[in-house]
């Protein structure tokens, strides 16, 4: 069951003093993240002399969480620097938690882009669900209320007359445990508050250059069985888990390989979230985008 056009961003709010000498200490990031290979930086398993300036201005420390949701509240009291804030949680975080300088500075990953993957959610092949009309009165699984999954799943039922309050029963289970599908063409962005990010632009601006980077070596077909053990030696997983979809075209997400985000998904998104409901206002996302930190990221790339 594919799904119509999802977004989502990358949060980032850096809690941390300003671009720092090459003598002193690097700027730590605390980054949130839900999946790796996803929206978890490469940079955190990459292999040795990709990110050239990890450890020396910046430093990553990544943090686990089971969706997007719950980076808000990390956010807002300072747990956490970074975090893949959805396109539903993304508005929240605007709207609700009072976030109102975050700006959209560069892609993560985009879902459903022609040629690559899009997420599905399953049902048992020899069960009794057949059509979206046999889903009333059955359980369904997100990952965390409010998050891409969660919202692409209601807006799916809305727009099937099935009413996700009462119709279903709807409960939260981890990734690693479920399959679930996402909307066509999710975005996943960084962002940032703009008082933060115009205080440390250079290890901002070193940290998208390294992403870059990383995600170019990751995505080349000439390095992926290294690619996929570096993954199942991050996760803990068997390396055959991966092989054959990890980091191809046809079967993994799309990773833009300028780190340029699809700022027209990201609206189209937002716009649609809030037509059925799930967010309370309308959202002009122009008005939360500065891509001048990943255009200088790519010009020393050129």
């Not at 022609?114 to 699984?141: R, S």
Request: hydrophobic share 45%; charged share 20%.
């Amino acid at each position: 069951m594919t799904r119509a056009l999802a977004c989502c961003t990358l949060l980032l709010t850096l809690m941390v003093s300003g671009p720092a000498p090459a003598s002193a200490e690097p700027v730590k990031l605390r980054i949130g993240w839900v999946v790796a290979g996803a929206d978890a930086p490469f940079q955190l398993f990459g292999p040795k002399g990709v990110a050239t300036h990890e450890n020396v201005t910046y430093a990553i420390e990544g943090i686990h969480f089971n969706g997007t949701p719950t980076m808000i509240t990390a956010l807002a009291t300072g747990e956490i620097d970074l975090a893949p804030l959805a396109y539903s949680s993304f508005p929240l975080a605007v709207q609700n938690a009072r976030l109102n300088d975050l700006k959209v500075i560069s892609d993560v990953f985009q879902d459903g882009v022609p040629g690559y993957y899009t997420n599905e959610f399953m049902v048992l092949k020899d069960g009794p669900i057949k059509t979206l009309q046999d889903l009333k009165g059955t359980v369904i699984a997100t990952n965390g209320a409010g998050s891409a999954v969660d919202i692409a799943m209601r807006s799916m039922l809305v727009k099937n007359g099935i009413n996700p309050k009462s119709d279903v029963t709807i409960i939260e289970v981890a990734f690693p445990t479920m399959k679930a599908q996402l909307q066509e063409k999710k975005a996943i962005v960084m962002t940032g508050r703009a008082a933060t990010l115009e205080k440390n632009r250079a290890a901002i601006i070193d940290f998208l250059e390294d992403h870059i980077r990383e995600v170019r070596w990751f995505m080349d077909p000439a390095h992926h069985d290294e690619a996929v053990k570096l993954l199942a030696d991050f996760t803990k997983q068997p390396p055959a888990r991966f092989e054959s979809w990890a980091f191809k075209k046809e079967s993994d997400f799309y990773h833009d390989p300028a780190g340029r985000p699809d700022v027209a998904a990201l609206q189209a998104n937002i716009t649609e979230t809030n037509k059925l409901g799930f967010i309370p206002q309308p959202m002009d996302v122009q008005k939360y985008v500065d891509l001048s930190y990943v255009d200088a990221a790519n010009a020393r790339l050129k």
